[in-house]
Each structure stands twice: as structure tokens, then as C-alpha cells.
């Protein structure tokens, strides 16, 4: 069973930056993709980036392109999400997930959550 733990979380100042980790453990059989989604209050979950496992492809949602950044650490089993220039429309419990395809839409794990509050 694999397990997916994020952390990084907390409260900053808009403009100020984050970084998100989520470690993998357990029994990984190949996963391909790595993604982050995000849920904010009354809102559906929404795709923030993604990345293959060999780090040769990623895509990001228009909303954070250009100030967010995914990286693997294939070693250590992490997935890093740097948030830079956050905006308060940035607030919102961030999950990231694995998945076998990385050109579908299918993600078999999911972590718990780890909450990001970008204050004006």
C-alpha cells in the first residue's frame, strides 16, 4: 500500500513563497505521473501541475504557470511544489497524488492534505 504525507504547509504574506513536499512510502509499484491538485473552501478540486516520474514532462495549470514549479527526488521518493509570488486566490488545502499514465487522468493515491493561507 502506498502511502502519500504532505507537508509545507501554513499561512503567508501574498507575494511571499512555499514549498510543498510529499513523500511516498510503502510498497510504490511504478507510478508515472505525480501531481498536485488543490480544493479552496466551497470550490471542486482543481489540477495545479503534474510531472512524469523521469522529470522529462510537466504541465501546469494556467492559474499558477510561471510562478509554480514541480521537482522529483526519484532517491528520496518526493515530490516538491515551490509556490512563488502566491496570491490570496492561492488559499486552499493542497493533495498531491501518483498515478500509472501520465497522459491520463487517473490518479491511484492521494495524500491527506496540507493546508496553504496566503493573507493579504
Known amino acids: 500500500q502506498v502511502q502519500l504525507v504532505e507537508s509545507g504547509g501554513g499561512l503567508v504574506q501574498a507575494g511571499g513563497s512555499l514549498r510543498l513536499s510529499c513523500a511516498a512510502s510503502g510498497r510504490t509499484p511504478r507510478m508515472y505521473v505525480w501531481a498536485w491538485f488543490r480544493q479552496a473552501p466551497g470550490k471542486e478540486r482543481e489540477f495545479v501541475g503534474r510531472?512524469?516520474?523521469?522529470?522529462?514532462?510537466?504541465d501546469y495549470a494556467d492559474s499558477v504557470k510561471g510562478r509554480f514549479t514541480l521537482s522529483r527526488d526519484n532517491a528520496k521518493n518526493i515530490l516538491y511544489l515551490q509556490m512563488n509570488t502566491l496570491k490570496r486566490e492561492d488559499t486552499a488545502v493542497y493533495y498531491c497524488a501518483a498515478g500509472p499514465y501520465y497522459g491520463q487522468d487517473r490518479y491511484d493515491y492521494w495524500g491527506q492534505g496540507t493546508q496553504v493561507t496566503v493573507s493579504s
Open positions: 510531472i512524469h516520474s523521469t522529470g522529462a514532462i510537466e
